[in-house]
């Protein structure tokens, strides 16, 4: 079974910290994603990598940016944390370019800040 | 961009019926379709996909259609049961990431 690893289920931080993600997935997936869920939003995408060192934005990637050094780490970055930023993070991987393949996701980060 | 609506409102039914959930979905023309189910606290797990060129896939219990002329599919789950209880969510592929609904909450009483 395919095991993504968020680092932190909750997270408080103070407004103006940066602030880092960590996401670990154990199946040698090659796409791994960032989304963020809000109530009365859903899930929204943040950024993706599709392959070490490579991102692409998603569809709000203000405020954020991400590192991918290794296949398995992807990670997210709040640069200078705002209010917000106060939601649900989930970290998901997906195993190569089909359009067939199911996302596998994390338990989620659930960070506030103040 | 993509739209896809599914209903907020929650879905109350009672064990042992089937449960009903729509997804519709503009500007697009998908090749796949998936559906997730959500537990609070958690991450979404994937349930089914079907395709395009499918009009019905089933799985245990659950069941989905999908009519691309209607630009909807119908997810079912047949014999429902308090532990189905929880947030079923549609997605689509848009050619980079998966675009997800709101979501539809379910909940079965006993």
């Known amino acids: 079974d395919v095991k993504v690893t968020q680092s932190s289920r909750y997270l408080v931080k103070r407004t103006g910290e940066k602030v880092f993600l960590e996401c670990v997935q154990d199946?040698?997936?090659?796409?791994m994603f960032w989304y963020r869920q809000d109530p009365g939003l859903g899930l929204r995408l943040i950024y993706f990598?599709?392959?070490?060192?490579?991102?692409e934005k998603g569809d709000i990637p203000e405020g954020y940016s991400v590192s991918r050094e290794k296949k398995e780490r992807f990670s997210l970055i709040l640069e200078s944390a705002s209010t917000n930023q106060t939601s649900m993070y989930l970290c998901?991987?997906?195993?190569?370019?089909?359009?067939?393949?199911?996302?596998?996701f994390g338990n989620g980060t659930r960070l506030t800040v103040t | 961009s993509q739209k896809i609506e599914q209903n907020s409102e929650a879905l109350n039914i009672q064990e042992g019926k089937t449960a009903t959930l729509t997804c519709n979905y503009t500007?697009?023309?998908?090749?796949?379709l998936q559906w997730y189910r959500q537990d609070p606290g958690r991450g979404p797990v994937f349930l089914l996909l079907?395709?395009?060129?499918?009009k019905e896939k089933r799985k245990e219990r659950l069941k989905v259609t999908f009519d691309t002329t209607l630009k909807q599919s119908l997810f079912h789950i047949t014999a429902s049961q308090p532990a189905d209880s929880a947030t079923y969510l549609c997605?689509?592929?848009?050619?980079?990431?998966?675009?997800f609904g709101k979501g539809t909450m379910l909940l079965v009483s006993p």
């Open positions: 998901a991987s997906k195993q190569g370019s089909s359009y067939n393949s199911p996302l596998h």
């Open positions: 199946m040698d997936h090659e796409n």
């Open positions: 990598s599709y392959d070490v060192k490579m991102k």
């Open positions: 500007n697009y023309s998908p090749a796949y």
């Open positions: 079907i395709r395009e060129n499918e």
């Open positions: 997605a689509l592929d848009e050619g980079r990431a998966l675009t």
